[in-house]
Each structure stands twice: as structure tokens, then as C-alpha cells.
């Protein structure tokens, strides 16, 4: 009923910049927190960034500074803006979402299918 759909992965070299973009579709009554996580080879899955409906924003350490996150309520889309990127950013990167279901009053959680950023030279 609801699908994330994540674009914007890609191959890049140290120090370059990617846009990530993920679009929510499907029978949405309302969006509430999105976010940014990334997995590496071997590694658990890590909260990235994420942001609340009202724009407030949240950052893991490693990224701040560095990492943008940003969203469009009326697109239904979160955007990661990515500067300075580094080799261990290499990661798969997946979108997440909190939504409400037209007609439904709980919320839950949804997952994009996820997108490869790879930093290399």
C-alpha cells in the first residue's frame, strides 16, 4: 500500500558530493518522521539523519557537518544532501519512513529498497 523509492546512488570519488533522493507513494494520511540509514558490508544498519514533519533534524556524528537532510511535504519526498564524502561513507543507504495509512490511525514504519553509495578513487 505504500512504497519508498529511493535514487541518487552512485560511484564517486573521495571528497565529491551525491544527492539522494526517496518518494513515497500509496494510500498516505500522513508522513511523520523520515530518515536516512546506511549498512556496510559487515556492519549493522545506522541511522544516518533523520527529520521530523515540522523540519526539525537530527545527525550521527560522523556525518554532521557534512550530511544535509531536507524534505518536501507536499512531495512526499526526503532528500540527503551529501558533501565531503568519504570512503567509509561507502554504504547501502535506505530510506525510512513513519506513515499513516488514509482511513487508519496507527503509524509504522517503511522502508525503501535501498541505494549504493560507493567512494572510491
Known amino acids: 500500500q505504500v512504497q519508498l523509492v529511493e535514487s541518487g546512488g552512485d560511484l564517486v570519488q573521495p571528497g565529491g558530493s551525491l544527492r539522494l533522493s526517496c518518494v513515497a507513494s500509496?494510500?498516505?494520511?500522513?508522513?511523520?518522521?523520515m530518515g536516512w540509514y546506511r549498512q556496510a558490508p559487515g556492519k549493522q544498519r545506522e541511522l544516518v539523519a533523520d527529520?521530523?514533519?515540522?523540519?526539525?533534524?537530527n545527525y550521527a556524528d560522523s556525518v554532521k557537518g557534512r550530511f544535509t537532510i531536507s524534505r518536501d511535504n507536499t512531495k512526499n519526498t526526503v532528500y540527503l544532501q551529501m558533501n565531503s564524502l568519504k570512503s567509509e561513507d561507502t554504504a547501502v543507504f535506505y530510506c525510512?519512513?513513519?506513515?499513516?495509512?488514509?482511513?487508519?490511525?496507527?503509524?509504522?514504519?517503511?522502508w525503501g529498497q535501498g541505494t549504493q553509495v560507493t567512494v572510491s578513487s
Open positions: 527529520i521530523t514533519s515540522g523540519g526539525r533534524t
Open positions: 500509496g494510500s498516505i494520511g500522513s508522513i511523520n518522521d
Open positions: 525510512n519512513a513513519r506513515i499513516r495509512l488514509k482511513f487508519r490511525t496507527n503509524v509504522n514504519d517503511y
